[in-house]
């Protein structure tokens, strides 16, 4: 007997033109015997079960090309990402979770916020090693009090919809961490804010009152993140297949891989092309969506 598939579309706006010319889209691909909209405050989804008669890799296709027609986002959500039973969510913070991308605003601080955020930048696109990137630009921090630290922290912004994703999986029961090329420091006040499951960064280097502009310990790169989610997920008894990753860049894109759906959230284009699901919305909360939260 042949699987249903979840197909989760997702827009700013999404009318009766979109459903049907979805529906269009597909009808190469299998039977649609299910189609539900759900309307949320800045964002429509539709959700369709499909019983496939190709590939997935040719209905990933005709999803693609109505995408690019529509301006609208769509993906295949595997059914344990979706379906009850246990599930974990693991989210990048800089520019995924949060608004910010803390380093920069760090570097602020030190007069040197556009040449930080250039590597930032090239990092982020992978065009840089991230490992030696970050040593780089944590050098240009060496001598900031330690007081600034405080001052980032209450300059965060959660990303819209952040807060309603994290409490849905708290609500029923499944962890939720995040894994951060970041820094410890600052992330500590806000996981303790979200209740976060767990919450792995990088450390500064702080001595007499100073950052030192080196870090403690390993760096957390793209194989620590995939680490990271594996190794949360066997200690929560979350299959892998059940788990669901977010992040936007480079850094991320072994995590996104290996998690059961990879959700690139307003990503670089590189990281758009690799992930399960691109988010091109900037609201967090679609995701509980593709969670069938």
Do not use: C
């Not at 649609?32 to 008669?53: G, I, M």
């Not at 916020?113 to 982020?124: C, F, K, L, R």
């Not at 702080?206 to 997920?233: F, M, P, Q, W, Y």
């Not at 959230?265 to 900037?282: I, Q, T, W």
Request: aromatic fraction near 2%; charged fraction near 25%.
């Amino acid at each position: 007997m042949t699987e249903n598939l979840r197909v989760v579309a997702y827009a700013g706006r999404l009318d009766d033109g979109h459903r049907a010319s979805l529906v269009e889209a597909l009808r190469g691909s299998g039977r649609v015997s299910d189609v539900s909209r759900a309307r949320e405050p800045t964002f429509d989804v539709l959700t369709l079960e499909l019983t496939p008669d190709a590939a997935v890799t040719s209905i990933r296709a005709a999803l693609s090309r109505w995408s690019s027609t529509t301006g609208s986002g769509a993906a295949i959500v595997p059914a344990p990402v979706h379906l009850p039973g246990p599930k974990l969510l693991i989210l990048d913070v800089d520019s995924t979770l949060i608004k910010q991308e803390v380093i920069d605003v760090l570097a602020a601080h030190a007069g040197r916020e556009a040449e930080v955020a250039a590597v930032t930048e090239a990092a982020m696109r992978g065009e840089i090693d991230f490992s030696r990137s970050l040593h780089r630009r944590v050098l240009a921090l060496q001598g900031l009090p330690v007081s600034v630290i405080d001052d980032v922290v209450d300059r965060i912004e959660l990303s819209e919809g952040a807060e309603a994703l994290v409490n849905a999986y708290h609500d029923a029961g499944h962890p939720v961490g995040v894994v951060s090329g970041g820094f410890s420091q600052v992330l500590a006040p806000l996981a303790a804010r979200l209740r976060l499951t767990f919450a792995e960064a990088n450390d500064l280097e702080i001595v007499d009152g100073r950052l030192t502009g080196r870090l403690s310990g390993a760096v957390v790169d793209r194989r620590a993140k995939e680490r990271v989610l594996r190794r949360e997920a066997a200690r929560a008894g979350v299959p892998l297949a059940a788990t669901l990753a977010v992040g936007d860049g480079a850094n991320d894109l072994d995590m996104l891989a290996a998690a059961g759906l990879g959700v690139a959230f307003n990503a670089k284009p590189a990281v758009r092309r690799a992930a399960g699901a691109a988010l091109d919305l900037p609201d967090l909360d679609v995701v509980r969506h593709l969670s069938g939260l």
